[in-house]
């Protein structure tokens, strides 16, 4: 499976069936453990998640926070930088990261295309396009939404008159055309690499957080430290800080900011640029005009959705779960709870006419999301995908292969933990350059809770490093699907990718190391050895002697 996953043979959903069929007919687990993996509790957390996602496009409000947030960001190339970095993060930790940078570019190229004109570097990106072209026809690249290239083309249309503008450059020709051709990429570039760790901070934001989740129940069932609340309170402070450092490291990169320009004052081309840009900001956010009704239910809801999966046990406090039985109501209550009201709710706002005057209209009112809706835009494979990881664990654990791999890593006992976890991360960053994440961090954390139990360390101190390490993929187009999709633009090259993405995985991994040794101590409990690990110990040293019968017992079949 791990084969499959990694080369893509067969669809990853179809690969992810493949545990239930397999593992009864070779005697690993019997159906009424295999099916049942499909469906967890956190498979449900993560349904709800896409479903909410699906009311906040149906209803356009990513649209209208998105610009929002740019027009109070400002229209120097820096600022707009930054609010594109914190706007798809922002979007990402909901929506998937896909979505969220498909809905971005269109947005990027309307404000870039104001700024600079379609002129720039002509020549180079002509060359780069048809590189591009071969390439993303080679690797079976992700290619721009029909919906991305409908917007680009409207906006040539719109934009007609400003190209002309760009005619007019200053003096310096080939310095200011280089310095457009940087900032382009610079925005583009941002995007996807924003929506990469925008989706760490969640649990719900991208699938291999689920995934951990998912498998820490099937291995160590005692641990109850990891919830929505948790993760959010470990994770969004990393995020922050990773978002801050990449948006230096691509403005400094791309010229959005440059310490021997910073003084001189602007040439009345950029500023007049600048305006533009700011205008065609404003105006695309007036277009959405007023906030409507269904807009304003499902922003309550959002808010709704994400204050009670973050109250429901934080840990740090008692949770609003205390008030109902131990152990009954999961995140996944919450979302399936808050989700479930979107297909009733109306959309318009309801009167309380008919209830006075009995002969008043009674017309069917359309609810927020329908199921129509929900079949067409929920990605269901992804669900799938998360139960065929799930199964993949059962079987591993069930089979004795996780404890086989264990008692062949000796060599890392001596490695300190904190070298381990660096070391975790680079390889696993490295690994998912090339290979799905979601296929990625299934393979490896069965391994990494071996490793923990050898090493006597908290599970956590390792497969939390493994998981957020898997979302670090920067530089390549074929990493993940955004890279992808910024990459079919035609303005970036893959060594543009790697050049920047170097020092991305880099920071990231130095960042990860940071905060698993700081603030993670104290939210997971790292700094000791729980007793639900103790637990799972014991059941390996008992399985151990069981194990190597199997194997012996094979043997001397063949």
């Given at each position: 499976m791990a084969i499959y996953w990694c080369t893509e043979a067969l669809p990853l959903a179809v690969t992810a069936l493949l545990p239930i069929t397999l593992f009864p007919f070779l005697g690993i687990l019997p159906s009424n453990k295999v099916c049942p993996q499909y469906f967890l509790d956190t498979n449900f957390l993560f349904?709800?998640?896409?479903?909410?996602?699906?009311?906040?496009?149906?209803?356009?409000?990513?649209?209208?926070?998105?610009?929002?947030?740019?027009?109070?960001?400002?229209?120097?190339?820096?600022?707009l930088i930054l609010g594109m970095m914190l706007t798809t993060s922002f979007l990402s930790m909901w929506l998937s990261n896909t979505a969220s940078?498909?809905?971005?570019?269109?947005?990027?190229?309307?404000?870039?295309?104001?700024?600079?004109?379609?002129?720039?570097?002509?020549?180079?990106?002509?060359?780069?396009?048809?590189?591009?072209?071969?390439?993303?026809?080679?690797?079976?690249?992700y290619t721009v939404p029909t919906e991305l290239q409908f917007l680009a083309s409207t906006e040539d249309k719109d934009l007609m008159e400003e190209k002309e503008v760009a005619i007019d450059i200053p003096v310096d020709l080939k310095k200011e055309e280089e310095y457009r051709a940087n900032i382009w990429k610079g925005f583009l570039i941002s995007i996807p690499y924003a929506a990469s760790i925008g989706g760490t901070a969640t649990l719900t934001g991208t699938a291999p957080n689920l995934i951990l989740l998912g498998q820490?129940?099937?291995?160590?069932?005692?641990?109850?430290?990891?919830?929505?609340?948790?993760?959010?309170?470990?994770?969004?402070?990393?995020?922050?800080?990773?978002?801050?450092?990449?948006?230096?490291?691509i403005s400094f990169l791309y010229g959005g900011i440059n310490l021997r320009h910073c003084r001189k004052k602007k040439s009345e081309i950029r500023m007049d640029a600048e305006d533009r840009a700011r205008a065609v900001i404003k105006e695309d956010y007036q277009k959405l005009g007023p906030?409507?009704?269904?807009?304003?239910?499902?922003?309550?809801?959002?808010?709704?959705?994400?204050?009670?999966?973050?109250?429901?046990?934080?840990?740090?406090?008692?949770?609003?779960?205390?008030?109902?039985?131990?152990?009954?109501?999961?995140?996944?209550?919450?979302?399936?709870?808050?989700?479930?009201?979107?297909?009733?709710?109306?959309?318009?706002?309801?009167?309380?006419?008919?209830?006075?005057?009995?002969?008043?209209?009674?017309?069917?009112?359309a609810p927020l999301l329908s199921w129509r809706r929900a079949q067409e835009t929920v990605p269901w494979n992804i669900i799938l995908l998360l139960g065929g990881g799930f199964a993949m664990a059962k079987g591993c654990e069930e089979?004795?292969?996780?404890?086989?791999?264990?008692?062949?890593?000796?060599?890392?006992?001596?490695?300190?933990?904190?070298?381990?976890?660096?070391?975790?991360?680079?390889?696993?960053?490295?690994?998912?350059?090339?290979?799905?994440n979601t296929a990625t961090i299934i393979i490896f954390l069965p391994i990494l809770a071996e490793l923990a139990i050898r090493l006597k360390v908290n599970p956590l101190y390792l497969m939390i490093p493994g998981t957020i390490g898997c979302s670090y993929a920067f530089m390549l187009p074929v990493s993940t699907p955004p890279n992808s999709i910024a990459f079919s633009s035609g303005h970036l090259l893959v060594k543009d990718m790697a050049r920047t993405g170097l020092l991305m995985n880099l920071m990231g991994v130095l960042l990860l190391s940071l905060a698993m040794n700081t603030w993670a101590k104290s939210i997971f409990q790292l700094s000791t050895f729980p007793a639900w690990a103790n637990i799972h110990a014991e059941n390996i040293t008992s399985l151990l002697p069981d194990v190597k019968n199997v194997t012996f017992s094979s043997l001397n079949k063949i």
């Open positions: 349904l709800s998640g896409l479903i909410m996602a699906s009311a906040i496009e149906e209803w356009n409000l990513h649209r209208r926070i998105a610009l929002k947030v740019l027009m109070l960001v400002g229209v120097q190339p820096a600022r940078t498909a809905m971005m570019l269109p947005i990027a190229n309307a404000i870039l295309k104001s700024l600079f004109g379609e002129k720039e570097a002509s020549k180079d990106f002509n060359k780069e396009n048809e590189e591009n072209q071969a390439s993303l026809q080679q690797n079976k690249l820490l129940k099937s291995f160590f069932p005692g641990c109850d430290v990891v919830n929505f609340g948790s993760w959010f309170v470990f994770a969004f402070p990393l995020m922050l800080l990773f978002l801050f450092l990449g948006w230096l490291w906030m409507k009704f269904a807009e304003q239910a499902v922003l309550c809801f959002f808010c709704l959705f994400a204050i009670l999966l973050f109250s429901r046990d934080p840990k740090f406090i008692p949770g609003w779960a205390s008030l109902f039985t131990p152990g009954f109501v999961s995140d996944a209550v919450t979302g399936v709870a808050i989700v479930t009201i979107l297909f009733f709710f109306p959309s318009q706002r309801p009167s309380c006419k008919w209830w006075f005057d009995l002969k008043a209209s009674n017309t069917e009112n089979s004795g292969l996780s404890v086989w791999i264990g008692g062949h890593l000796h060599p890392l006992e001596r490695v300190p933990p904190a070298v381990a976890v660096v070391l975790i991360t680079i390889v696993i960053a490295l690994f998912t350059e090339f290979a799905s």
